[in-house]
């Protein structure tokens, strides 16, 4: 099967044999059976290449038999522990030759590759499967004792001692079947291994705990090494054959057709030809290595994923049908002296005879056509294979279609000779120069020749393309120019494609085995459907299925073996989410759905990437045949594996409540630990709790009546369980009181919904960001974990559903952003917080399949070092929508403690708490300057620590700079989520309050009203030529840019008291501004002038002593932990603030009069006063200050200029005081 043992497939040709004596495989004599290849060999040929043959087609027929009992292993193998190991284990180790097959394995591939394997690699792994199988062979034998006596404890521990010693030494044994550098040589052996090992797993999942005596617990455990180990074995495999099918390029440069020990059949042609019998032979090495080892390894794979007992139920088997097509070894010649063309590789034989992905067909008939050529002088007839045509029909359809190699020359010179095709199963060549007779066996009728070609070639040599328990499914050739034949054109080279044996015919849906029926068996693919390369795991190739609303895209045409119920279940994979619609058809619909599927992979089509889905509907096979049709109507797109018909026995009634039960009972379970239903699992999540009760709620009220009701019982108790774990109030908002202080922050509408169901609990609906006055606000919900609730270094969960999201992010922190991921689900690197990408290997993202919105879980971890408790760090949860478009769905959300922190995960929480320890530091120093000169600033505007009077020099002015000191403080809010508190919000907020008490106590104090301008001139008489503008940063000040124009205001005061005037401003250009203020009479009037030239430094108020803070703002019993007010900082904090009194005038006008107060008074200001603009710049202006003791009851202010712009930025009139 190698061009580097062909030679003892070939032997001198002597027209009267009708059958070849070496077949490369297989004869086509059914006498023969299942012979081993060695017993046949021609050993006139040279003994090396013989042997290099019989290597590998020992390794062949070894692997047929393994893969024959596996494919047709029943319940009595099924059924019994060790039955699977027991059926192929005397092909392994035979009594004669025991550790010689494995050798064999691995000389065969060595041979395909023309790569040596290291004796000493060969010698070790010899070794251990010594070792392998002398354990087996105890494990077997203690599983017969057993079985005769299957209550025997002894037995049972015995086992159990054993069964893990079993696995222990696979584990051991299986990497020193992968060797580096010699992985390609040792697959086969690999292949072999690793299906003993995934049997042994299924016995110990099936009969562990029932027959065994092991724990539940003990079998989940090996559960998870069978699902693990199917998946690494299988990629495994499918890597490392990819692997060595390009190592097989390497060899194309050192094919030497003129080697007639390993061509003799090429003898004494390939002198003249060499280069076009070079291609043919270096496209032998690439398919004859994707041939034998798809036979020996990829064949087998396909069983591994039945191998798993709760997926594949059924103990009387599976029927699997491979579909794959593979191709002989190629003899002969292409190509010609004068027209080579593209034909100077061998890829193009590979294109013009191997078939593209295709659906799969079987041959009605094939038509082999002759021309008969007179040369002269002799006028000898010489015939020219002169085209091949293919008569091909799907399954299931009553038509045909014609492929193959278009005849070359015209109907009235060729003959065509017709062979019955239903199953044709060997084929043998005589070949010269060029094949010259060929010859085809059926199973029914016999041997069909074709005549003879070029009768005078010598010598003739006797091939045989044929592949063991195999049917051919399609040949063609390529053609060439016969320079030494009179230039004749004709097939030189040929190409045989066969499919396997266990492919039928029909789609027959078995009667008592699970039917797996790939889905290149359909009758007709439409809308788009296209057949892919399957990734080589599969047994074939791979419908593909885009998007095609409203259009049928597959129509498998089923065969039933009895009328019966059955359920059906799909193996997909798929990029994107998508809606398969699903239907059976006889002349209507008798039953559709809609499926939604979920994305299963990115990237390569590993193990992992393909799926099952449960069709959510049983078929009754009343018919004898029936349509099973396939539609993608949105995503996608989808790839069809194989469609599963798995057989209900019994009542359907009693079959589906026996289902839903054993459902229930499986989700239930899943729930709790091991043992008493007390504790639940870490794993099993809030939402996990509320689909078990889903589970339980549909089981029917007339069938396990008692069950349901004990099931009722354990859910109850888990839902009461969940919430007394979770560190997050009302995670599953189910309270109404989710909202608020004790709960979560939320903002823009978020709200609860709720479907109404008993068990599927509500939902936190999150709109997209709001647009108010152009500015986007962010939607919002946040809380954060008390420290008191958490531990000292240790692990929690961050967990929880989300749907049908959009632009959504995720954060959870504690000393910095530890976790930050958008939905869909991606990670962010969150800058220098190395937890951040630590959690990306912990993340958990599997996708649902059971709703048509999309839908994620998630789970983050979060460690926790040492407890703050008066910092409050805690873990805060946040998410946040920042786009008008977006959109969000939570669900189940959850903080769990998971595991106390050991080894590199401890170490790695104190080194980051390390870290956030001096970036605190480093935060205090820069902080503390600013919060103390804002408090120092605060305190400067009253005249104790009471805060309930202002100090005699107070100015607006002076409260305005307070407020600047007090705005500067930095931290004041999350710097993700604006509305929650950060680290300064509390210092922050008291010192908001301070200021809003000293613009109260100024308020009250200030005679003059709307003495800032912020309302404009309301208040004020004014005449044209003023205007309140913005000026140097702030909106109001007045502006006075006539001379004519005037301001003016009156107040009520009383004679016996002393007032002081305070008015801020500046001037540009010429002449003067002025403030006059007067009570009315010519004799006690005063004025304020400002001039543009005039450099006055603006009066400060005295400064009070620099209170003491002690201990330190970064003092770590008190600031250490975050930023904050301080109680004793403020003893007086809580007193009512000093309000001046007031009275009527005394003149009759009805206005008020304001008199300083020497008492407290109640009710000092309103709680939100009406507040100052705090923005305004005092760049350049001037504070003058002049003094009136009036005669009347009544005082005007009246400002003016004479020349250029006066600008006053605050006019202000107190009482003086005692």
């Known amino acids: 099967m190698n061009q580097n043992y062909n030679n003892n497939e070939v032997e001198i040709y002597d027209s009267r044999m009708c059958q070849p004596r070496y077949p490369l ?3 086509p004599c059914p006498e023969r059976g299942d012979i081993d290849y060695r017993d046949v060999m021609n050993m006139s040929a040279d003994g090396g290449y013989v042997e290099q043959q019989g290597v590998v087609l020992g390794a062949i027929t070894t692997s047929f038999q393994v893969i024959r009992q596996l494919y047709r292993a029943n319940k009595g193998t099924l059924s019994t522990a060790g039955g699977i190991i027991k059926s192929i284990f005397g092909f392994l180790w035979k009594k004669q030759t025991v550790q010689d097959q494995w050798r064999e394995f691995m000389e065969a591939v060595e041979i395909l590759i023309a790569k040596e394997i290291s004796e000493q690699v060969i010698s070790e792994a010899l070794a251990q499967l010594k070792g392998l199988e002398e354990i087996l062979i105890v494990y077997q034998d203690l599983l017969d004792d057993l079985a005769t006596d299957p209550s025997n404890l002894n037995l049972q521990a015995a086992v159990r001692t054993q069964a893990i010693a079993v696995h222990d030494f696979f584990i051991y044994t299986m990497p020193q079947l992968s060797e580096s550098g010699y992985e390609v040589q040792q697959l086969v052996a690999y292949a072999e291994a690793a299906n003993l090992h995934l049997a042994f797993l299924r016995d110990f999942v099936m009969f562990g705990q029932r027959q065994w005596g092991f724990e539940a617990k003990t079998v989940e455990t090996y559960y998870g090494y069978l699902k693990t180990r199917i998946q690494v074995y299988t990629d495994h ?46 496209w032998n090495v690439w398919n004859d290595f994707r041939r034998d080892m798809t036979i020996m390894v990829l064949d087998l794979v396909v069983v591994w994923p039945t191998y798993d007992p709760r997926v594949y139920t059924n103990v009387e088997g599976v029927e699997i049908e491979l579909s794959r097509e593979v191709y002989s070894t190629a003899y002969n010649r292409y190509g010609s002296s004068t027209d080579m063309g593209d034909w100077k590789n061998w890829e193009i034989f590979e294109t013009s005879v191997v078939r593209p992905p295709h659906l799969v067909s079987f041959l009605t008939r094939l038509d082999i056509q002759k021309k008969k050529y007179d040369t002269a002088p002799t006028n000898t007839k010489l015939d020219q294979y002169d085209g091949v045509i293919n008569v091909l029909n799907t399954i299931g359809s009553t038509s045909t279609w014609d492929d193959g190699f278009a005849p070359i020359s015209k109907s009235e010179y060729r003959t065509t000779t017709q062979i019955p095709g239903a199953y044709i199963n060997g084929i043998n060549i005589v070949s010269g120069r060029l094949p010259c007779n060929l010859s085809f066996t059926t199973n029914s009728s016999g041997t069909h020749g074709v005549g003879n070609c070029f009768g005078h070639q010598q010598p003739h040599y006797r091939l045989s393309a044929t592949i063991l328990h195999h049917r051919l499914s399609y040949v063609n050739g390529m053609d060439d120019n016969f320079s030494g034949y009179y230039s004749q054109w004709g097939i030189a080279a040929w190409g045989f494609g066969w ?33 892919i390369k399957g990734p080589g795991s599969t047994g074939g190739d791979l419908v593909k299925l885009p998007a095609a609303s409203g259009d049928l895209q597959v129509r498998m045409t089923m065969t ?322 920042s786009s008008t478009s977006g959109r969000a769905q939570l669900e189940n959300l959850e903080v769990i403690e998971a595991n106390p922190l050991t080894g590199t995960a401890l170490t790695r929480v104190k080194k980051r708490e390390q870290k956030w ?202 600031y250490g932990e975050s930023f904050g007010i301080v109680p004793e900082m403020n003893p007086m904090m809580n007193e009512q603030s000093e309000i001046y009194g007031t009275g009527s005038c005394s003149c009759g006008c009805g206005s008020t009069i304001h008199t300083p107060s020497t008492t407290y008074q109640a009710q000092a200001y309103e ?43 605050s006019v202000e009139l107190t009482c003086m005081e005692d």
């Not at 029926?517 to 057949?531: D, E, S, Y």
């Not at 699992?681 to 889903?694: F, G, K, S, W």
């Not at 103390?932 to 305005?960: G, H, V, W, Y």
């Not at 009136?1188 to 004479?1202: A, S, Y």
């Open 25 to 27: 495989t297989e004869a």
């Open 237 to 282: 495999c499918v890597n490392t054959y990819n692997k060595g099918l390009e190592q097989t390029k390497n060899l194309m440069g050192s094919i030497n057709p003129k080697d007639y020990k390993k061509y003799p059949y090429l003898e004494p042609f390939a002198n003249s030809d060499t280069n076009h019998y070079q291609k043919v032979l270096q």
């Open 499 to 531: 499919v396997h044996e266990s492919l039928k015919t029909s789609n027959i849906i078995h009667a008592t085995r699970n039917s797996l029926i790939p889905a290149v068996k359909a009758r007709i693919l439409t809308n788009g459907a296209t057949v």
């Open 560 to 881: 039933r073996e009895v009328a019966k119920n059955y359920r059906v279940r799909i193996r997909y994979a798929a990029a994107s989410k998508a809606e398969l619609f699903v239907g059976k058809w006889t002349t209507n619909w008798a039953a559709t759905a809609t499926i939604s599927l979920a994305a299963t992979y990115s990237g390569s089509l590993t193990y992992s990437a393909f799926k099952f889905v449960d069709v959510p509907f049983n078929i009754y096979t009343g018919e004898s045949t029936f349509s099973f049709e396939l539609r993608n109507n949105s995503g996608g797109p989808v790839l069809i594996d194989r469609v599963e018909f798995i057989p209900i026995e019994g009542n359907l009634d009693e079959y589906e409540a026996k289902q839903s039960l054993e459902t229930a009972w499986k989700a239930v379970n899943a729930l709790f630990t091991n043992g008493p239903k007390s504790t639940l699992r870490l794993d099993a999540t809030d939402y996990d709790v509320n689909q078990a009760a889903c589970k339980v709620y549909d089981m029917s009220d007339d069938m396990y009546v008692k069950e349901k009701m004990c099931l009722l019982d354990h859910v109850k108790y888990a839902k009461r369980l969940s919430p007394t774990r979770n560190l997050l109030k009302y995670g599953d908002f189910e309270s109404s009181y989710w909202l608020g202080e004790d709960g979560w922050q939320a903002n823009n509408n978020v709200t609860v919904m709720s479907d109404g169901s008993d068990c599927n609990g509500c939902s936190l609906n999150m709109p997209g960001a709001n647009v108010i006055e152009e500015n986007v606000v962010p939607t919002y919900v946040y809380q954060k974990v008390d420290e008191s609730k958490l531990k000292p270094y240790t692990r929690y969960l961050v967990r929880g559903f989300v749907r049908n999201s959009k632009d959504l992010e995720l954060f959870v922190s504690r000393y910095g952003k530890e976790v930050h991921a958008n939905f869909p689900l991606s990670l962010i690197d969150t800058c220098n917080q190395q937890s951040a990408m630590t959690n990306k290997s912990e993340m958990m993202v599997p996708l649902a399949n059971d709703t048509d919105e999309e839908k994620q879980n998630f789970v983050f971890h979060i460690d926790v070092g040492e407890i703050y408790p008066k910092a409050d760090l805690g873990i805060g949860v946040g998410f946040k929508i």
């Open 917 to 1118: 320890k001096r970036e605190m530091e480093q935060k205090c120093a820069r902080v503390e300057p600013i919060v103390i000169a804002a408090i120092e600033a605060t305190d400067s505007l009253f005249t104790d620590a009471r805060k309930n009077r202002l100090t005699p020099t107070t100015m607006m002015q002076n409260i305005i700079n307070a407020e600047r000191k007090v705005k500067a403080i930095p931290y004041v809010y999350d710097s993700v989520f604006e509305d929650v508190s950060g680290i300064n919000y509390a210092i922050f907020q008291q010192l908001q309050l301070d200021i809003g008490k000293a613009v109260g106590l100024y308020n009250s104090k200030n005679m003059i009203q709307n003495g800032d301008f912020s309302n404009g001139l309301s208040n004020w008489n004014a005449t044209a030529g003023a205007d309140v503008q913005e000026q140097d940063g702030n909106p109001y000040i007045l502006a006075i840019s006539q001379w004519d124009a005037n301001v003016s205001q009156e107040v009520c005061v009383q004679p016996e008291r002393g007032y002081v005037l305070r008015v801020t401003a500046r001037k540009e250009g010429s002449g003067k501004g002025y403030v006059t203020l007067s009570d009315c009479t010519e004799e006690n009037t005063e004025t304020v002038t400002f001039t543009s030239d005039e450099m006055v430094a603006t009066p400060r108020p005295p400064v009070r002593p620099k209170r003491p803070v002690e201990p330190g703002i970064c003092d770590t019993t008190r």
């Open 1167 to 1209: 709680s939100q006063p009406s507040m100052p603009n705090m923005n305004r710049s005092s760049s350049d202006y001037i504070t003058k200050t002049i003094e009136i003791f009036p005669e009347t009851n009544r005082l005007r202010i009246e400002i003016g200029e004479t020349g250029g712009t006066f600008f006053v930025e």
